[in-house]
């Protein structure tokens, strides 16, 4: 039963372009969320994070939103670019009762186009 | 402030044989968590370390063990290796702060198990 689910394996999308990576959770008691970007053969490095107190949250070209009551967030990546090509994990985690455990997605594999 | 780092990065043991991985945290982390990363099954967590204590489990059998030393040097004992337990196995350090943990992974340690 997969708690986290990323139902886009890849997302192509051109230079310069906005890129909307989605992700869905499935337990209510997640209060924390993280993005990662990972390629191949590498340890999965941290990008942004949010607070379940909170619906969005900025960081450079990088804003991850959070819809609660859908049980949905979003990366969106403005504008994109080649070196964002990567693939691109969601994970969730319930602070409050199991520090230290991060249930990831499946992840999906960005290609930004020159 | 120099990143997680894991050794050794790629190891090669046969059926049977035991296989001991090293993860040096970030310094001032008093968190590791320890990841499988498979084709199949994506990123699961195996469990976490909190000042020398785990602090938190996940669903893969007595096989697999850790400790954490007082310095938060964490270690990863798979015993009786399967086939099956070929995987890169991330290591990642946190704060363990209950309210705003992330974790920052290393490079990983690449296992095949011939």
């Known amino acids: 039963d997969q708690q986290v689910k990323q139902n886009s394996p890849s997302l192509s999308v051109q230079e310069g372009r906005i890129s909307i990576l989605n992700c869905d959770y499935t337990?209510?008691?997640?209060?924390?969320f993280l993005w990662y970007k990972k390629y191949p053969a590498e340890g999965p490095t941290f990008l942004i994070s949010i607070s379940s107190i909170k619906d969005k949250n900025e960081d450079g070209r990088f804003t991850v939103f959070l819809n609660k009551s859908a049980k949905h967030l979003s990366l969106h990546i403005v504008p994109s670019q080649p070196g964002d090509s990567a693939v691109y994990f969601c994970a969730a985690s319930v602070l409050r009762g199991s520090q230290g455990n991060l249930i990831f997605g499946k992840g999906t594999k960005l290609s930004v186009k020159p | 402030k120099a990143g997680v780092t894991q050794t050794p990065r790629y190891l090669i043991k046969t059926r049977g044989q035991q296989v001991t991985l090293s993860c040096s945290p970030i310094?001032?982390?008093?968190?590791v968590s320890w990841y499988q990363q498979t084709p199949g099954q994506g990123l699961q967590f195996l469990f976490e370390?909190?000042?020398?204590?785990?602090?938190n489990k996940g669903n893969f059998p007595g096989r697999f063990s850790g400790r954490q030393f007082s310095n938060s040097r964490s270690e990863m004992n798979v015993s009786t290796l399967e086939l099956g337990d070929s995987a890169l196995y991330l290591c990642a350090s946190g704060q363990g702060n209950r309210f705003a943990d992330t974790q920052y992974f290393g490079p990983g340690t690449r296992l095949t198990v011939l």
């Open positions: 370390y909190f000042s020398e204590t785990q602090r």
């Open positions: 310094s001032g982390h008093r968190s």
């Open positions: 337990n209510s008691m997640f209060d924390y």
